[in-house]
């Protein structure tokens, strides 16, 4: 979820406000998206949200699915609750390849390492569960009711996520073969989820949801050979959905430290050398399997492709290139790469008859004199 940020057009002090997708200014008031909305006092001369953030509406079609009137009447589309998309194979032009699987509500997808098989997010009434699916026949299984976040281990026999039913979640690990074989890695009081396993086995990269007045997001590593998490980038802006590079001597990341946030490159493991990769935005990095492309989401919701070509200890980072459209998600990355030629990944479809515009009157009550 991206940061959202207050400021002013006569200086250039930012002033960090909390999660949400898009906020609209109103009688006093933001208009808050994050899924739902929300609205919350908001003082504009001291840049700070007042008091308790309140439900509105919910089911909300997208962030750019709503509006305010300068009175406080709110109008949004309400989202499909039917099936609306498809997961299917796709070229470097968004050209689909083969048949395409049945659309429903995919939220996240991730490949397994031999490409043979898919850890595929379903969620049920905003309750997501990880399914295994048969990259070929589409044959499916539940594996993980109530978790999100699969992310493969380099062999392919196990899979790491978050396990949602424990509290607000701990990052589990289990085998995909030995029913029940399971184990606990990191348990958290807040939301955490995982993102990479890197290709030697020693690390797991995870994001966590730090608390407090302004909440962000810091980056941590699982050691597997001490058994324990290692916070990598904590403090100051937010960080989050890290990835260890193929070779395991860089690492991919967003950050908002730029504002809207932005895909950043940096060496591993000391974090030195840092790059910005996207100019538009960006989330969702992923390496191709030999290191010498890197693809993120930009803000526009395009899978983009970067070359990345490594002289010694430097980088030389190359032109974002766009690639095809792609649906973002919330339980899971949007789609995943075979090998820079073909892609699995999540796209809108419309089905059905289009969705109904609500207003709610005084949806935003004027602020007081």
Known sequence: ???LYAGSVDSKRAQRLTMAGRAVFRAGALLLYDGDLHTQPFDDRGLRLKGEATVVARAVESATGFDAAANGTIAFRVRNIAPHRELVWLDRTGKPLGSKFSPDRYDGVSLSPDMRSAAVILPEAEVPHIWLYDASSQQRSIFAPNSAFPTWSPDGKRIIYTDRNRGIGDIVMRS??????EETLVTAATAIAPYSWSADGRYLT?????????????????????????????GGRSNSQAVLSPDGRWIAYWSDETPPAQVFVA?????????????AGGQWPEWRKDGRELYYVDAADRLTAVAIEKRG???TIGEPRSLFEVSLSKWGKPYAVADG???????????GESQPI????????????
């Open 176 to 181: 995909i073969r030995l029913a029940g074989a």
């Open 1 to 3: 979820m991206p940061t």
């Open 267 to 279: 060496r591993f493991p000391d974090g030195a050398q840092k790059r910005r990769v996207s100019i």
């Open 341 to 351: 030629v073909r892609f699995l990944a999540l796209r809108d479809v419309r089905i």
């Open 206 to 234: 995870y994001t966590e949801l730090d608390q407090g007045s302004a909440p962000k997001y810091s980056v941590w590593l699982y050691s597997f050979l001490n058994r324990s998490p290692l916070a990598f980038l904590k």
């Open 313 to 315: 200890t430097e980088l």
């Open 358 to 369: 609500v207003a709610i009157l005084n949806g935003i009550a004027p602020a007081a004199k």
